[in-house]
């Protein structure tokens, strides 16, 4: 296994589009890491470069030690696995996987050993003379995850790889490839534009927005700290709820709102210091506004909406208050059931606020 350098890796495309701004980032050796953004935010772009199906405008790519800017595909030792895998319809799944190894000239007895051991992992033994056509898609699936891990490659690459299957196989093909990276002690990059995937397996996740890394960092520290508005808001279902407004004072005002206003603590001060008057857009997980009740410091604020809509889900509600202003997200136990159409009085500790500059997009202080 290797690690993959990116330096300075930009892409523009012949039409002068660019598609990949820059992009810095070391991929360990044996860490599985998620590239993760909105549809046209470069993340296929860069995952392309990496295999070499992409030529590179800028930068230097590295797999291990050697630079592979100008080594074809072929001969980077890289394995990719694509939302349309196609295997091969005419062949069984033990020759599907043994394909590849058979071009390389391998000997039978290796051939073999190699094929029974990846269908050992993936559970595809007892389907080994099955023809594509006789499996179900998440069988297909693994198979075409087994032809990758039957060349032991020194990187595995993924594109959207679970897009066509449906909800449950998705999550029970995530946690297979999550376990086959730690069977394996792979390096894998996986791209995706689903942030529930990113989060379920990467050891980091790249987050990417218009062509531009906007953070690197471990599923949680991203949810506990992101450190830009795009962040904040990508990463989440429901996704936290934002006010733009200004700091008055020692406190938050709502713009639109001023019944909106939030203390700020004194670390929360210190970090807005110079933001008195200046514009800053307050972000809120759905979990930290709640429904007030005789439990709540005193110290939080307190604002009353109207309850819009509700989403029972059993293990937890998603309540949508105050319509086009303030359209806030709270989730909340799922039992009693809030009136719709009611008035609702909502509370938010003022530690639990993440303050970002309304200019930059850059975060000001983190929730504490
Ligand atoms: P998706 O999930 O939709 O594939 P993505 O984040 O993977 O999105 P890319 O496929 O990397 O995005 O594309 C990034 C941008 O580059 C998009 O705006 C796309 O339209 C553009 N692009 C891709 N291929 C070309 C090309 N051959 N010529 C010009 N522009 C291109």
Do not use: W
């Not at 995706?192 to 471990?218: K, Y």
Request: with cysteine; hydrophobic share 45%; aromatic share 6%.
């Amino acid at each position: 296994m290797a690690q993959v350098t990116l330096e300075g890796i930009r892409k523009v495309y012949d039409n002068g589009f660019v598609a990949v701004h820059g992009v810095d980032l070391v991929v360990n050796d044996g860490e599985f890491v998620v590239l993760v953004g909105p549809s046209g935010c470069g993340k296929s772009t860069t995952l392309r470069i990496v295999a070499g199906l992409e030529s590179l405008s800028g930068g230097t790519l590295k797999i291990g030690d050697r630079i592979v800017n100008d080594v074809p595909p072929k001969e980077r030792d890289i394995a990719m696995v694509f939302q349309n895998y196609a295997l091969y319809p005419h062949m069984t799944v033990f020759e599907n996987l043994a394909f590849a190894l058979k071009l390389r000239k391998l000997p039978a007895a290796e051939i073999d050993e190699r094929v029974r051991k990846t269908a050992e992992i993936l559970g595809l033994t007892p389907i080994l003379e099955s023809r594509p056509k006789q499996l179900s898609g998440g069988q297909r699936q693994r198979v075409a995850i087994g032809r990758a891990i039957v060349r032991d490659p020194q990187v595995f690459l993924f594109d959207e790889p679970l897009s066509n299957l449906d909800a449950k196989l998705r999550v029970q093909m995530r946690r297979e490839i999550a376990k086959i990276h730690r069977q394996l002690s792979a390096t894998m990059i996986y791209v995706t534009h689903d942030q529930v995937e990113a989060m379920t397996m990467g050891d980091r996740i790249v987050v990417m927005n218009a062509g531009r890394v906007e953070q690197v960092d471990t599923p949680l520290e991203l949810y506990d700290h992101p450190q830009t508005l795009f962040v904040a808001s990508f990463i989440g279902s429901p996704a936290m709820n934002f006010f733009h407004g200004t700091i008055a004072g020692a406190r938050f005002v709502a713009a639109e709102d001023p019944g909106i206003a939030f203390p700020l603590s004194a670390a929360q001060a210190g970090r807005l210091a110079g933001f008195d008057g200046k514009r800053v857009v307050a972000g809120v997980r759905p979990e930290e506004v709640r429904v007030a009740d005789v439990h709540e410091p005193t110290s939080s604020a307190r604002f009353t909406l109207q309850l819009d809509a509700i989403e029972p889900l059993g293990n937890e509600v998603v309540i949508y208050a105050g319509g086009q202003k303030h359209d806030v997200t709270v989730r909340m136990a799922p039992r009693p059931l809030p009136e719709v159409g009611a008035p609702i009085e909502l509370t938010v500790r003022p530690e639990r606020v993440h303050y970002f500059d309304a200019e930059t997009s850059r975060l000001l202080s983190s929730a504490e």
